[in-house]
């Protein structure tokens, strides 16, 4: 059957330049991928070239492909990224310019369509809202992009371009374009979009996959250094192998790969694509030789027939100050002094008819501030302490007021204060996330290839009723008797987490299925609800679903981040350390099953 490589060589906009020269040099490639963008890149990005008309894309990618464009030429591999960002036809040039003084024929295609920006007086016109919460749109937004699929890449390749750039699309269309073209996928052909888009969503996040942010990191910790990029060859009926080049560091296992399925995704039965919805239930990940990993079983539907639109508005400012706190009694000495100088600044803040701080957040690190009320005893015993706080207001002069106050703490508060890291702080903007929903018939995609634009044709879809979709049943939950024991849940399992806007996901995969009853039982909605009620919104909640080919649960936490991303003030505003929380919950199983356990954690087993 015939089969497809493609390599993934960035995660995010900054990530190492060294993973495309691995992937070109050892990966056997045919596809070589880069995924740069996020909500707030598309704001710095737009910002960029409101200032300078030549900038706005991701400059990192032009800067990694130069040294590589003879060998990716002459071993024919074909390139694709949203390195364009809010400025195509920029990336396009400069691509092309290094491409000349290296001597490289290249053929370079664009996929426009996605920035909306222009048009965004024409959707508050028509009403459009936000898309949970129901607010009207804002006065103004930076960015406003479109997360368009996987047709248009199609379409370039179809047409003989050699490399693909496009703006905002979900992470996975750049692997996704690819395997329709190559393999003559229809718009229809659901089942194996759902399994294509998996394997773009396996490799968006780079060596995630690979046993980078591994919960048993100490089985991969020795091949930090050289990090292994994946690949995943995809065959004609949308399975595929996950891998990495040889030699390099890092692993390929049912864990690695299935924490990273459980990655920043919400309801399993409705990962929503422009292309197809994805069903991730019943997906098997099968260990068939060291760092090979098959994964099958995606299911795929009807795609919604409206584009999620991501914009970016301002907030006012923010600032962030650190500085160290040491001594006996640390933690309650750095606690009095932030407070004071909050109440410090805000009394010169009335004197000046500012008005308050909008919002202030303080967080004593070393002493487990992120834990709140699940803090161990004794955490606030420690001699020093980080002290960190955090703050908005719509004046700019508020906040650099506020930075010079800081100095003063040092000699007119308590003793043992030090280390104002990077000196005095400075201002930042607030970029707001605002996300809407268009219809896709008012969105026109087309593929700008050699002087031709071609407009692209994309399947609309239909209205998507997470009502109507069928209930998950039940599975077996144990109920602990007298001989229960508690055990930490990262004896029995693995976890990672991440953000999506204001949420936060808790992917956890069971280390057998055998202890899935006793999963089941302890980590309920109702319970994970409480253990992050200090982090959680008065409006939010929290959901469980389970996969059960991976032997899985997901638990959505609404709300939880603050307002997530940049426009959150707190040190963790993309839930990376959630899992790591939840990680040390306390599990009710049999006195035999606990006596069974190895002392050091057993790998995940798959299917």
Not at 85 to 95: S, T, V
Not at 271 to 279: A, F, G, I, N, S
Not at 402 to 428: C, D, N
Not at 580 to 591: K, T
Request: net charge negative; with cysteine; glycine share 12%.
């Amino acid at each position: 059957m015939k089969s497809i490589r493609i390599g993934c060589a960035s995660a995010f906009w900054g990530d190492t330049s060294t993973a495309a020269e691995q992937l070109v040099a050892h990966g056997k490639l045919d596809y070589l991928v880069f995924d740069y963008l996020a909500e707030v890149t598309m704001s710095i990005l737009a910002v960029q070239r409101m200032k300078d008309p030549t900038q706005g894309y991701a400059r990192d990618f032009v800067d990694v492909m130069t040294p590589l464009l003879t060998q990716v030429k002459a071993q024919g591999i074909k390139v694709i990224s949203n390195a364009g960002g809010m400025n195509l036809a920029a990336c396009r040039d400069a691509l092309a310019a290094a491409a000349a003084a290296a001597g490289v024929s290249l053929r370079i295609a664009v996929v426009e369509g996605d920035d909306l920006t222009a048009r965004q007086g024409e959707f508050r016109e028509a009403g459009v809202t936000e898309m949970e919460s129901g607010s009207a749109f804002p006065g103004m937004l930076v960015s406003m992009n479109a997360y368009l699929g996987a047709p248009g890449v199609a379409e370039a390749l179809r047409q003989g371009a050699e490399v693909v750039l496009t703006g905002r699309g979900v992470d996975s269309a750049v692997t996704l374009g690819p395997l329709m073209h190559e393999f003559g996928w229809s718009a229809t052909d659901y089942d194996k979009l759902a399994q294509g888009s998996l394997a773009g969503h396996i490799i968006e996040c780079g060596a995630q996959c690979t046993g980078g942010n591994f919960t048993d990191w100490r089985t991969v910790a020795d091949g930090y250094e050289t990090m292994g990029f994946p690949f995943v060859d995809v065959r004609e009926d949308g399975s595929f192998l996950v891998g990495k080049p040889e030699g390099t560091g890092g692993a390929v296992t049912v864990g690695t790969v299935g924490e990273q399925m459980l990655y920043e995704i919400g309801d399993p039965r409705a990962y929503l694509l422009p292309d197809v919805r994805c069903d991730f239930t019943a997906v098997t990940l099968k260990q068939i030789a060291a760092d090979q990993v098959l994964v099958e079983g995606a299911r795929g539907f009807t795609p919604p027939d409206r584009y999620k639109v991501s914009g970016t508005t301002p907030r006012g400012n923010r600032i962030t100050a650190t500085f160290l706190m040491g001594g006996r009694e640390a933690g309650p000495k750095a606690a009095r002094v932030a407070q004071a100088l909050i109440r410090k600044c805000e009394t010169l803040f009335a004197a000046k008819g500012w008005g308050p701080f909008s919002e202030t957040s303080v967080e004593l690190l070393g002493t487990e501030a992120m834990y709140g009320p699940q803090a161990a005893a004794g955490a606030l015993a420690t001699r020093e302490v980080v002290v960190k706080i955090a703050a908005k207001h719509r004046e700019k002069a508020a906040l650099v007021l506020f930075s010079k106050e800081l100095a003063q703490a040092a000699t007119g508060m308590a003793p043992g204060l030090s280390g104002y890291f990077g000196g005095r702080p400075s201002v930042q903007p607030v970029v707001q996330l605002w996300s809407c929903l268009i219809p896709k018939r008012d969105v026109a995609i087309t593929v700008d290839f050699e002087g031709v634009r071609t407009p692209v044709a994309v399947i609309e879809g239909e209205p998507f009723d997470a009502a109507a979709l069928m209930p998950q049943g039940t599975g077996e939950t144990w109920m602990p008797g007298a001989d229960a024991v508690e055990v930490p849940l990262h004896r029995l399992a693995i976890a990672r987490s991440g953000d999506k806007g204001d949420h936060g996901n808790i992917g956890v995969m069971a280390r057998d299925p055998a202890y899935l009853p006793y999963l089941r039982a302890a980590l309920t909605e109702q319970r994970v609800a409480a253990y992050f009620a200090h982090l959680i919104a008065a409006n939010g909640s929290v959901s469980r679903w389970e996969l059960p080919g991976s032997h899985s649960f997901n638990f959505l936490l609404r709300h939880a981040l603050g307002g997530g991303g940049i426009a959150s003030l707190r040190t963790d505003p993309q839930a990376k350390c959630f899992a790591q929380m939840l990680l040390d919950v306390a599990i009710p199983v049999p006195a035999a099953v606990a006596a069974a356990l190895p002392d050091t954690p057993a790998p995940v087993r798959g299917a």
